[in-house]
């Protein structure tokens, strides 16, 4: 089965530090590119970051820049978030997703990890 | 820069047509063909039905159809179906940027 697994969610206090990571399973990231989709509870879809298929441009939205760094090891088909300084407001379920190729639409995402900020 | 923007909610009868608007600003809908549309049910991840303002992927039903004009993109479902009741979100490419419309509710009466 093709799929997306994101893990590395959890509780941690504001002001701490968590990385996600995303790897597939019957797909190929390699090349691709991935975004990182975040969703707070209740709440609509929120993008959070863009990585070339080999790291060759990297966006960020303004609400994360500067605290969140996105990466990836195409050797290991895989894709990270390392997420500092994080906010009561970063709460979400945070969904890894693959870009189509095809003007920045994302044809396979993964089910998503929740990460809850909080002290 | 500001989200796209949606209506909240909108409803239809089966059979019927519903269209769901987003509507984005010069820098982002109206400059770039880069709309894409996502179908969200409760509980789980995001469903690609149309990219590139009008493009359906494969196995997304020909029910679904989208548009653009200016600076507002469009989602029309036709002969509406029970199980296209879910959250709809328009999305589009911005520059360096990426930005989502705040998610419209659409129920089947």
């Known amino acids: 089965e093709v799929q997306l697994v994101e893990s590395g969610g959890g509780l941690v206090q504001p002001g701490g530090s968590l990385r996600l990571s995303c790897e597939s399973s019957?797909?190929?990231?390699?090349?691709?590119?991935m975004n990182w989709v975040r969703q707070a509870p209740g709440k609509g879809l929120e993008w959070v970051s863009y990585?070339?298929?080999?790291?060759?441009?990297?966006y960020y939205a303004e609400s994360v820049r500067g605290r969140f760094t996105i990466s990836r090891d195409n050797a290991k088909n895989s894709l990270s978030l390392q997420m500092n300084s994080l906010r009561d407001e970063d709460t979400a379920v945070y969904y890894c997703?693959?870009?189509?190729?095809?003007?920045?639409?994302?044809?396979?995402w993964g089910q998503g990890t929740l990460v809850t900020v909080s002290s | 820069q500001s989200a796209l923007t949606q209506p909240p909610s909108a409803s239809g009868s089966p059979g019927q047509s519903v269209t769901i608007s987003c509507t984005g600003t010069s820098s982002d809908v109206g400059r770039y063909n880069y709309v894409s549309w996502y179908q969200q049910h409760p509980g789980k991840a995001p469903k690609l039905i149309i990219y590139e303002v009008s493009e359906r992927p494969s196995g997304v039903p020909d029910r679904f159809s989208g548009s653009k004009s200016g600076n507002t993109a469009s989602l029309t479902v036709s002969g509406l179906q029970a199980e296209d009741e879910a959250d709809y979100y328009c999305?589009?490419?911005?520059?360096?940027?990426?930005?989502f419309g705040g998610g419209t509710k659409l129920t089947v009466l």
């Open positions: 019957g797909l190929t990231l390699s090349g691709y590119n």
């Open positions: 997703a693959r870009d189509s190729g095809r003007g920045y639409s994302c044809d396979y």
């Open positions: 999305n589009s490419y911005a520059g360096s940027n990426i930005l």
């Open positions: 990585i070339g298929g080999w790291s060759e441009v990297i």
